[in-house]
């Protein structure tokens, strides 16, 4: 816990040394290599600057990929809290229905490709409700949980003081179950990057995925390196994103739970 | 069910509960008046907090009625303003101070200006600033976050203030303190007090009436006035013989049933 007291550069260098060592050991290690399957380091970042960095690669590899992840995902975030509040307020509905939810969580995500394709063809409706329909379970179980948690003596007050419904949904209950929605929505973030990398590659509306595939298909090999290059940094992006956005709603626990932690 | 009684705030009458056929409370019967403060008094585990709850209308008991103003509490009604024991978890965690206090204007469709002005109108008469009211209340001690919750329930503006235990889980001083605040709030703002406690002391220094709960399942042993004045000193009141008279008393009506078995 001392790591937190530190400043941002320290933080940064935490971070980096180990990606840093391992870039220049691969870069050496690989600059005489003859082998097909892994080319020199300076031929993966080539190819990588030439798909990922100018415009008009970026235009057809890179936001296809980040509309669809963008819609899929906010889709999963929007029906996983609002079914997941409505289970978790209503007691009996959530008892019936756990063993069921359960089942359906357990089916990997990529393992519906097939069905969904048969469902909806190979088109990108079909690829935004797969990673919807992927990502819904974490985001859905975890709502149930924290709206089930919600401290009673709060819902007392908000009886007593006749809070109104949806005062009562927005102030207290969605607050109060914010730190479980966001540990199912890391998850559900990570499973929807997954299933968009695999989704796309069926069909032809582009993106990471089919990119990846076309270049291992027309032995692109330092392409295809570039392109797991691309998704390793989109990957990481992302989780930045997502704490900074965490770090700002959850700043008042986060904050309550350093003062526990102190005071224990 | 109607009161005869003009004056009565809050009228109690047979009331009786149980869980599973298991008797906690039997034919409570007692009227409150109109700027009155009563300390219910009793044993731990004697079914208190129940009798609270009821009398809040977050639970309905078993026979009997609660009436509010000759309204019947089937449910929380308008006026009713609760302060409970663990303030820690009676308080919204993510909210700040003075927001925790706004909800209940806000509930009851004050606009955004209004309730601030309120609320810190109430954190104000419970001491504290505008300092405090922009803290998250896990931020204060616990004396502080208990004056939280009664600047919530002030700004309220009940007609009626119900008090589970409130002063328990401080320390001894700041209970003083909270005790004296509480008699002065009463005065000033002349609010209608049903304090629920466990302790004597508090009990027969804080109210005009004492109701001492005994028994099992708990009835009304006897209502006790308490003719101490309306100026009241932790030190002087409590070292007259007056004082250490009721206390007997009501001790003597509370300890007089223990062994009873119903």
């Known amino acids: 816990m001392r790591a937190k007291r530190t400043g941002w550069p320290a933080t940064l260098a935490l971070e980096l040394w180990l990606p840093v060592v391992l870039v220049i050991v691969w870069w050496f290690a690989s600059s005489a290599s003859t082998s ?226 102190s005071h224990s | 069910m109607t009161t005869t009684t003009g004056e009565a705030t809050l009228a109690a009458r047979g009331l009786g509960h149980a869980y599973g056929g298991r008797a906690v409370l039997a034919d409570i019967d007692f009227e409150v008046e109109r700027g009155k403060f009563v300390c219910i008094v009793g044993p731990s585990g004697v079914g208190k907090t129940t009798l609270l709850r009821c009398l809040a209308g977050l639970q309905r008991s078993s026979s009997g009625s609660v009436s509010l103003s000759g309204r019947e509490m089937t449910e929380p009604l308008p006026g009713v303003a609760l302060v409970f024991q663990d303030y820690s978890r009676s308080l919204m965690p993510w909210s700040s101070v003075v927001h925790n206090v706004e909800l209940p204007l806000r509930a009851n469709g004050a606009s955004r200006g209004a309730a601030r002005t309120e609320a810190l109108r109430a954190l104000a008469l419970v001491g504290l600033d505008e300092v405090a009211a922009g803290m998250y209340p896990w931020q204060l001690s616990g004396g502080m976050q208990q004056r939280v919750a009664i600047a919530r329930a002030l700004a309220y503006r009940p007609t009626l203030l119900l008090m589970d235990e409130p002063f328990a889980s401080v320390d001894a001083y700041t209970r003083a303190d909270l005790e004296d605040l509480m008699l002065r709030l009463q005065r000033e703002l002349q609010l209608t007090v049903i304090l629920v406690t466990h302790d004597i002391d508090e009990a027969v220094y804080l109210s005009d009436q004492v109701i001492a709960l005994n028994g099992r399942p708990a009835t009304v042993a006897e209502i006790v006035d308490v003719p101490l004045g309306a100026d009241r000193d932790q030190v002087a009141t409590k070292s007259t013989p007056e004082f250490a008279e009721l206390r007997a008393r009501v001790h003597g009506l509370i300890r007089g049933s223990r062994g009873t078995t119903s």
């Open chain 1, 36 to 261: 097909v399957y892994f080319p020199p380091l300076s031929s993966i970042l080539t190819s990588f600057a030439h798909d990922w960095l100018d415009p008009v690669g970026l235009a057809k590899n890179l936001v296809p990929s980040l509309q669809l992840l963008a819609l899929g995902y906010s889709l999963a975030l929007v029906s996983g809290i609002v079914v997941g509040t409505v289970l978790g307020l209503v007691g009996g509905l959530e008892r019936a229905t756990r063993p069921l939810l359960e089942t359906l969580r357990a089916i990997p995500g990529v393992a519906l490709l097939p069905i969904f394709i048969v469902l909806f063809g190979i088109d990108v409706q079909m690829k935004l409700l797969l990673i919807a329909f992927g990502s819904f379970w974490p985001v859905l179980l975890n709502t149930i949980d924290g709206v089930r948690g919600i401290e009673p003596l709060l819902l007392d007050v908000s009886r007593v003081f006749r809070v109104g419904r949806v005062r009562r949904l927005v102030s207290i209950i969605l607050p109060g179950a914010s730190p479980q929605i966001f540990a199912g929505a890391r998850t559900a973030l990570a499973i929807s990057l997954i299933i968009m990398v695999v989704s796309e590659t069926v069909g032809g509306n582009g993106g990471v995925g089919y990119f990846l595939l076309a270049a291992q298909r027309n032995f692109a090999i330092s392409s295809m390196w570039g392109a797991i290059l691309a998704l390793g940094i989109l990957g990481y992006l992302l989780n930045i994103v997502f704490r900074i956005i965490e770090r700002m709603v959850l700043r008042w626990h986060r904050l309550q739970q350093a003062r526990l932690e």
